[in-house]
Every structure is written in structure tokens, then in C-alpha cells.
């Protein structure tokens, strides 16, 4: 699939009109007219699904941004399947981005 603004673009096909896109920083979310939702701080990628398990977003980002803030989550840059909760549906790279459908069962 190409497309011009990858990111941007893919989540408006994808993603429903009111799905939940979780990041450190709100900018492909509010350009694909998606939700916003700030990534809690975690210690490892098993306390973010146990953080996030309560109330998941439908999508989770990994950029440039959470490899330097969010250190402890540096598996989620290399979508490899080591976490079956989280399917990448896109991924660029030269941009260090991820992003990721979250599969945790809603309550």
C-alpha cells in the first residue's frame, strides 16, 4: 500500500471514526481525526498491557519521540510478535514508528 502520508492516511481507512489512537504525542492522531489518548508511563511493556487493560485504545503508536521518552518500552520498535496483544499495522523504518492495532479484551 502507498501512501503519500503514510500514518495519516492509513488509520482514516483502517480505524473507525471514533477509535482511540494512544501516543506521546498527539499528532498522528489528530491528523487522522482520530481520539487522542497520552501513554501512561510504564516501567515494561507487561506493565503497559496491565496499565492499559482496563480501558485499551484501539491503536498504539511507537515513535522517534516515545524511544526517548519512554525507554523502557524499546521492545515496541521492533514489531517482531513477541507480544500477541499487539498486531503492527503499519511500520516505517527510516521514521521509527510503529503503529499498532491493541487486541486486549474490552470489559
Not at 495519516?8 to 492522531?29: K, N
Not at 485504545?57 to 520498535?77: E, F, I, N, S, T
Not at 503492527?88 to 521509527?96: H, I, L
Amino acid at each position: 500500500m502507498t501512501l503519500s502520508r503514510q500514518p495519516v492516511e492509513l488509520l482514516p481507512r483502517v480505524a473507525r471514526p471514533d477509535a482511540t489512537v494512544m501516543s506521546l504525542r498527539a499528532q498522528i492522531a489528530y491528523l487522522s481525526r482520530r481520539q487522542w489518548r497520552d501513554m501512561p508511563g510504564a516501567n515494561s511493556v507487561d506493565e503497559l498491557k496491565t496499565l492499559l487493560s482496563a480501558n485499551p485504545p484501539d491503536y498504539l503508536v511507537y515513535d522517534r519521540w516515545a524511544r526517548r521518552l519512554a525507554k523502557p518500552l524499546a521492545p515496541l520498535g521492533t514489531p517482531d510478535g513477541s507480544f500477541p496483544w499487539l498486531v503492527p499495522v503499519y511500520r516505517d523504518e527510516a521514521a521509527q514508528l510503529v503503529v499498532y492495532a491493541v487486541r486486549l479484551e474490552r470489559r
